[in-house]
């Protein structure tokens, strides 16, 4: 299984970017898939997930970020918007079978996480 992310970059704060999470390897429609993030010195945060057609979002990307899926595509895309320079970090998508997308959003479940891609790094500047 391959979780290969993309779309990381340099962006000014209140800028856009659009980040993607190509999987192979696995049956995707069947897995929830998530955005994390990992700052330096911090914990990995959940960002977004999700399952079938429902979605959830941590607190952090609420009103900001969209996440939606292309089961054709086999991906997992994150829009962010009007993005602060706290919002710089690693991102990582994710594919969860068993959970549901609110289920990814705890912190006991980044244990089991069936696969995670490589991160891609996001940074914004003030």
């Known amino acids: 299984v391959q979780l290969q992310a993309s779309g990381g970059g340099l962006v000014q704060a209140g800028g856009s970017l659009s980040l993607s999470c190509a999987a192979s390897g696995l049956t995707f429609s069947r897995y929830g898939m998530g955005w994390f993030r990992q700052a330096p010195g911090t914990d990995r945060e959940f960002v977004a997930a999700?399952?079938?057609?429902?979605?959830y979002y941590g607190d952090s990307a609420k009103g900001r970020f969209t996440i939606f899926r292309d089961d054709s595509k086999n991906t997992v895309y994150l829009q962010m918007n009007r993005l602060k320079p706290e919002d710089t970090a690693v991102y990582y998508c994710a594919a969860d079978r068993a959970a549901t997308a609110q289920q990814m959003a705890l912190s006991s479940r980044l244990d089991r996480i069936d696969y995670w891609g490589q991160g891609t790094l996001v940074t914004v500047s003030s």
């Open positions: 999700i399952k079938w057609s429902v979605v």
